[in-house]
């Protein structure tokens, strides 16, 4: 059975500190690894897409990486407003519509 | 949000009574899907349709059927609502361009079954 394990479960860090959030994932034939932002009361929204081992994407203060057993989300000099639940999902196979999604990280940054 | 909207976004009901819940997009996508939020649990998939009157079973999809008869609008219902599907259910749409992959998330409907 396909499993996607985040950790930690929570982290908290002032202001400027810099960190990283961890998705490991055990799939037969990963087609896509996915990285949503989440905050209370909404939908998750999309931040990247990662296909194979060794890609990299950036967006502002973060960046996501991929190897071939996890996925990294690494947040530079993090601001309050970075403040959110972090979720990572997985697609395997082809044809496969299924995502299969970590249980996130609650990330939240002190000013 | 990608153009979904999900109603209502908050309901609160009884055990027993059957309960719709729509999910509306307003550009053509092909693909939707819903999805049900719990603590300890993430998002896990319920059903999914690839285009009208075409769809299929996710992993909990126990209790849940959906219909599409119209491309715009993916309908979930709960024939006999029960405690434990008090949750947040979430629609999400693929777009056929851009990241294929990629699945954009409605706002969600909180639902509460007494």
């Known amino acids: 059975e396909d499993q996607v394990t985040q950790s930690p479960e929570a982290l908290r860090l002032q202001e400027g500190e810099s960190s990283s959030l961890n998705c490991s994932y055990t799939?037969?034939?990963?087609?896509?690894l996915f990285w949503y932002r989440q905050d209370p009361g909404k939908g998750p929204e999309f931040l990247f897409t990662?296909?194979?081992a060794g890609e990299e994407k950036e967006k502002e203060r973060l960046k996501a990486t991929l190897t071939k057993k996890e996925s990294f989300l690494h947040i530079t000099a993090p601001k309050p407003e970075d403040s959110a639940t972090y979720l990572c999902?997985?697609?395997?196979?082809?044809?496969?519509?299924?995502?299969?999604f970590g249980q996130g990280t609650r990330l939240t940054i002190n000013p | 949000d990608a153009g979904i909207t999900q109603s209502p976004r908050h309901k609160v009901t009884e055990t027993g009574t059957p309960v719709t819940l729509r999910c509306h997009q307003t550009?053509?996508?092909?693909?939707m899907y819903w999805y049900r939020q719990d603590p300890g649990h993430g998002l896990r998939l319920i059903h999914y349709s690839y285009g009208v009157k075409d769809t299929d079973k996710g992993e909990v999809s126990d209790g849940y059927s959906v219909s599409r008869s119209k491309t715009e609008d993916f309908l979930l219902t709960l024939e006999s609502a029960t405690s434990s599907q008090t949750s947040v259910y979430f629609c999400?749409?693929?777009?056929?361009?851009?990241?294929?992959?990629?699945?954009?998330f409605g706002p969600g409907t909180r639902l509460t079954v007494l």
């Open positions: 799939v037969s034939g990963l087609r896509g």
């Open positions: 999902a997985v697609r395997e196979g082809e044809g496969a519509q299924k995502l299969v």
């Open positions: 990662l296909y194979s």
């Open positions: 999400a749409i693929r777009p056929a361009a851009g990241p294929t992959d990629t699945q954009y």
């Open positions: 550009e053509n996508h092909r693909y």
